[in-house]
Structure formats: structure tokens, C-alpha cells
């Protein structure tokens, strides 16, 4: 099996940072991407940032400029920095693992969020 654990979500004021962890871990046969994901209340989850093994970066366009995802393949751990956060960016916050494992399946593996909460 495959597991993901996110963590750094938190309080923070606008304009302030935040930066979130993922790490990947367990049967990982080859690890191909990883990317982050929100989803604030009542609203669908979207997609807020992704970086392939390769090293490729997708953003959102609602963060570019703002947040920056990168990967330690040593440690097969992603991280997301945010800066200038705004309240817009309040959400529980997914780390996704799209990974081959032991069993040469490929799949999607989630972890189980971590809330991330903009206010003054």
C-alpha cells in the first residue's frame, strides 16, 4: 500500500505564509507525480498545484505568482509553499500521490487533508 500524510495546515493572517508537507510512503514502486488540492466548504475539490517526477510544475491560476510546489525525491516528500495567502485560499488543503506500487498498479492515493484557514 501506499500512504499519504499532509501536514503544516494552520491559522494564518492574509498576507501572511504557510507551507504544507506530503509525504509519500509504503509500497512505492515508481512515484510519477504528486499535486495539491483544496476543497472549501461547499465547494467541489480543485486543483492547486502539481509537480511530475520530472520536475514539471502545474498551477492554478488563482495561485500562480503565489505558491510554489516542489518535491525532495530523496524523501519522496512534496511540499507547497504559499505566500500572500488570502481568505479565497481557506480550505482543507489534499496532497495526491499518482504512484505504481509493489503490485505494478497504478493509482491515485489520497491523504487525509490538512486544514488551512486565512482570517484576521
Known amino acids: 500500500q501506499v500512504h499519504v500524510v499532509e501536514s503544516g495546515g494552520a491559522l494564518a493572517q492574509p498576507g501572511g505564509s504557510l507551507r504544507l508537507s506530503c509525504a509519500a510512503s509504503?509500497?512505492?514502486?515508481?512515484?510519477?507525480?504528486m499535486g495539491w488540492y483544496r476543497q472549501a466548504p461547499g465547494k467541489q475539490r480543485q486543483l492547486v498545484a502539481k509537480i511530475t517526477s520530472g520536475g514539471l510544475t502545474t498551477y492554478d491560476d488563482s495561485v500562480k505568482g503565489r505558491f510554489t510546489v516542489s518535491f525532495d525525491y530523496a524523501k519522496n516528500t512534496a511540499f507547497l509553499q504559499m505566500n500572500s495567502l488570502q481568505g479565497d485560499d481557506t480550505a482543507v488543503y489534499y496532497c495526491?500521490?499518482?504512484?505504481?506500487?509493489?503490485?505494478?498498479?497504478?493509482?491515485?492515493?489520497w491523504g487525509q487533508g490538512t486544514q488551512v484557514t486565512v482570517a484576521s
Open positions: 495526491n500521490a499518482d504512484a505504481t506500487d509493489d503490485t505494478y498498479r497504478r493509482n491515485d492515493h
Open positions: 509504503g509500497s512505492i514502486f515508481q512515484l510519477y507525480a
